[in-house]
């Protein structure tokens, strides 16, 4: 699976949006971007996942270059709630997701 | 829609014990994965399980080993426990993917089982 890229940290005021980039250069066609966040010492929340077009659920929306090398998840209305590691991996199905440190984000009053 | 269950939730060992870990994976998912993730540190994985196969493993000694039960269930076992092993232990399940198949395929995360080495 292509690797990621993405910032250490990041902070965000509470009620604003939290947009969170992710470098991702070298994916191949087939590879979905996938984003997850860890709220301290639970396990992952999956967040949403995209292949080409952007992407929005309840959650988040997802929004992917046109060449597929970068994209960006954004909280639209960031909560305090919204404080934890989020991480973006790029993989396809049937091979091992890689982890890497993520972004920490903090989301302030 | 009930999610991935872990059990327990915490467990403390001694050196050299075994450990046991347990996962549940939501309804109708056929694939568990398990990751390791020390204090402060990432994800690392460790096993991947499908169909009742082990499908992948980790950089990870012998000593960690699991199986898949007929009902998708997990265990994963740690011999000789090391202080090191200390970690949260996260099982994750995705739904039925054919080995080669190409596509999307969510990971679903448990709470994990928090072990503690003394």
């Known amino acids: 699976d292509a690797k990621t890229t993405q910032p250490t940290s990041m902070d965000c005021a509470e009620g604003r949006a939290a947009n969170l980039p992710c470098n991702h250069s070298t994916i191949s066609g087939n590879e979905y971007v996938y984003w997850y966040r860890q709220i301290h010492s639970q396990g992952p929340q999956y967040i949403i996942h995209?292949?080409?077009n952007n992407e929005t659920n309840e959650m988040a929306s997802l929004i992917i270059t046109e060449d597929r090398k970068s994209s960006t998840l954004i909280l639209p209305h960031a909560t305090l709630r919204d404080t934890a590691v989020y991480y973006c991996?790029?993989?396809?199905?049937?091979?091992?997701?890689?982890f890497g440190r993520g972004t920490s984000l903090i989301v302030h009053p | 829609e009930a999610g991935v269950t872990q059990s327990p939730t915490h467990l403390i060992k001694t050196r050299g014990q075994q450990a046991t870990l347990r996962c549940s994976p939501i309804?109708?998912?056929?694939?568990v994965y398990w990751y390791q993730q020390a204090l402060g540190l990432g994800l690392q994985f460790l096993l991947w399980y499908d169909e009742g196969e082990e499908r992948n493993r980790g950089n990870f000694p012998p000593r960690f080993s699991g199986r898949q039960f007929p009902n998708y269930s997990s265990e994963l076992n740690v011999n000789a426990l090391e202080l090191e092993d200390s970690a949260l232990y996260l099982c994750?399940?995705?739904?039925?993917?054919?080995?080669?198949?190409?596509?999307?395929?969510?990971?679903?995360f448990g709470p994990g089982t928090r072990l503690l080495v003394l």
């Open positions: 309804s109708g998912h056929t694939s």
């Open positions: 995209g292949l080409k």
């Open positions: 994750a399940s995705s739904p039925l993917t054919p080995l080669g198949r190409e596509g999307a395929e969510t990971q679903y």
């Open positions: 991996i790029v993989r396809v199905g049937g091979n091992i997701p890689t």
